[in-house]
């Protein structure tokens, strides 16, 4: 049985239109934490080796933590 109305005990963001897009605010995932050179390889898909770990931390320091944001959706 089918109803208009939605479900009391849905939470207000699972009644959202599906066609509405996600802000990013809610998209990134990072906790607050401090972002390691581990992470940023990891989030651009690379293997972790010295070269692109050397390669991280020169992107953490130019970027800073905005670094791993800019990879993720």
Known sequence: ???????ASQ???SRRSAD???????L?????TDV?????????????TPHNLEWAKRKLEEE???A???MLP
């Open 64 to 66: 800073g933590p905005a």
């Open 11 to 13: 939470p207000e963001a």
């Open 20 to 26: 509405r897009a996600t802000p990013d605010s809610l």
């Open 36 to 48: 390691s050179p581990e992470d940023i390889v990891l989030a651009s898909g690379k293997d972790l």
């Open 28 to 32: 990134h995932a990072r906790t607050g």
């Open 1 to 7: 049985m089918s109803t208009s109305q939605p479900d």
């Open 68 to 70: 791993l944001d800019k």
